[in-house]
């Protein structure tokens, strides 16, 4: 069973390194910045008694993710790691800016070239917890709640994958495009066909969603339609040919495409953009669908979405039952910064900064069942 079912169950507080499976080369000081790897073995030869308390904190109201991580993190490779004392929100609480997340106590030598590290994690996480939330929120701002898939993929390097997955599932993204990206939190990948498959059926819609069909019949039947770049004609080809087998149809017209439907209607040009997937294009899609009996046929739009345009087709109840974002959910918006900000139970920090008490922080207790 997974630690992250677990954790639902309440049977464990926080995911451990049995589900993050860190590179052993953190705790060689592989990934710190040189500096903190000599301010260590300073400390080591010249200030080994002191006791110093890391403040972990960020700029923004924001989705907080990566605390597990950065948690495990620390039991996994400080030093001593029971005798520190470590406080923290949850991963999925929402923050404020320059409110502490974070906060570390102990030996400076045990644990402090792990900052900029933990800077990273939870920098990344939140920032995709953080973005997703706004997508998701944004699809559901008319009223009903649709689904966003989270297509990263192709976004940014494989390995971040299971990461940004589970930051995605903490922002609110249940249904992911790699198995992958589903490591952390136990489910599978999702997705139907890419435009390869109906490049090697020579352009032929209905013969690609046939032989989907056959290959993977338990699956919902869900067609691309924008290859041929005439999103309507091959909607209703595959509509007719499945009826009430086929659940729905994704359009990921390219931004610089414009739909062969606009060529044959220029009586509706005006003053829409009508590249890409536009609203006119969903409009124009639903109401086809309908006129010929297929009001049961979905819509996916993906293919340039960010948090801004799906407001702006939500605003116009644009006829989307579901999304599909990916490189706008990774961007990295949001840093952290770790600050020492006590000496030995002292008030000690670097001028402008200042030991800052958040009764939200919990008490993270050491795994008693560590190996």
Known sequence: ??????????EIKRL??????????????????VYFLKTKKIVEEHLRDNVVTMQFFQKKDAVLCGTDEAIALLHTFADHP????IHSLQDGDKISPYESVLTVTGP??????LEGIIDGILGRRTSVATNVYKVVTAAKSSGRDKPVIFMGDRDD?????AGDGYAAFIGGSTA???????????KQGMGTMPHALIQMFQGDIVKATKAYKETFPEDDLIALVDYNNDVITDALKVAHEFGDELKGVRIDTSKNMVDHYFFRNPEIMGSF??????????????????????????????????EDKIKRFEEMNVPVDMYGVGS??????????????????KDEAKEGRRFNLNPRLEKVDYPVNKD
């Open 16 to 33: 451990t390194n049995e589900t993050f499976k860190f590179d052993e080369r953190i705790g060689e000081g592989w990934f710190s910045a």
């Open 328 to 345: 706008n959910l990774l961007k990295v918006k949001i840093g952290f910064t770790g600050d020492n900000v006590k000496l030995n139970g």
């Open 157 to 161: 390097h494989y390995t971040q994958q």
């Open 82 to 85: 029971e005798e520190l004392e």
């Open 108 to 113: 400076y030598q045990n644990f402090g070239y």
């Open 176 to 186: 992911q495009a790699t198995h992958a990206m589903n490591e952390w939190w136990g």
């Open 1 to 10: 069973m997974k630690e992250f079912t677990l954790k639902q169950k309440g």
């Open 273 to 306: 953009d009508p590249r890409g997937v536009n609203p006119e294009l969903i409009f124009a899609l639903r109401d086809a669908l309908d006129k010929e009996g297929f009001n049961h046929v979905n819509i996916m739009a993906s293919g340039g979405f960010n």
